[in-house]
Each structure stands twice: as C-alpha cells, then as structure tokens.
C-alpha cells in the first residue's frame, strides 16, 4: 500500500492540478482545450471529442448536491476519528454534468437536501494513524442571508 494511503497522492499526474488547486484555496477542473467540455474524472482523452489536451480551469466554487450518505461505520480504519461524516456528489455550478466526490461540511445530515445551493470550503484530510494532512475542496451550504 501506498505510504500516506488513504490521503491523495498528490503526485499522480491526473489529478495533480486538482490537489494543487486546493493547496491555493481554488477548485480546479479540467477543460478539454478542442471542444471546452470539462473532463471529469480526469483519466484519459476527452470523452466528448476524443482529444487529448486539457487545461485547468478555476471555477467559481458554487455546485449543488446531487446525492450523499452518511458514513458511520469505517470502512478503513483511517477513517474512524471523523464518523460520522457526509460524503457527497456535488454538480458544479458552471458544469452541472461534472459530479465531484467530496464532503460536506457544516451542516447536519437531516438538514440536507436534494439541489442544496452549496460552495467550496477547503478542510485539511488528515487520517487516523497516517502522518501529513492535504488541504481537500469541501462543500457547505451557502449561508442564506438573515432577514431583518
Ligand atoms: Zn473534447
């Protein structure tokens, strides 16, 4: 097993513009450069066109939640400190076909809701008997503004 395992390698060249986004506070998604879909998961060619090249966009950090489950039971033992917790696909406000695994964060599991307007937050993903900590996008719901 990888040393570190389960935090992310942040060297794998797929994703390692993702973790490198995070690591600067931006959610990072990959873009096909021939016909602007946005390719994720980033694990081969485009599969719109078929062309090999992205670039990494920026994105505004805005998605809402498409699915989630709340873990109680590890399945690794790595994980055990932080149950119970969210673990969520969320759809990117700018590409609502991008569905990205995260957590969410700052709600209460009975609070959330299918479509939940939510925005990035970045956490540090630190497990049980593993040294290191990488900075992770998380999601929490966008704070509704208090009405006077
Ligand atoms: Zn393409």
């Excluded at 590890?74 to 696909?89: C, E, H, I, T």
């Excluded at 695994?101 to 049980?128: H, K, M, Y």
Aim: with cysteine; net charge negative.
């Amino acid at each position: 097993m990888r040393e570190g395992f389960p935090l992310p390698d942040l060297q794998w060249e797929p994703t390692r513009e993702y973790w490198a986004g995070a690591a600067a506070g931006e959610l990072r998604m990959p873009r096909c450069t021939a016909c602007r879909r946005f390719c994720w998961y980033p694990d081969g060619n485009c599969r719109g066109c078929g062309a090999e090249q992205v670039t990494w966009e920026r994105m505004t950090g805005r998605a809402k939640l498409f699915t989630w489950v709340v873990l109680e039971h590890a399945f690794l033992p790595q994980y055990g400190r932080d149950l119970p917790f969210v673990s969520a696909l969320v759809a990117l406000e700018e590409a609502p076909g991008v569905r990205v695994p995260t957590r969410i964060v700052e709600c209460a599991a009975e609070d959330l809701a299918i479509d939940q307007p939510l925005e990035v937050c970045f956490r540090p993903l630190r497990f049980a008997g593993v040294d290191g900590e990488v900075v992770a996008p998380f999601f929490r719901p966008i704070a509704r503004l208090s009405v006077a």
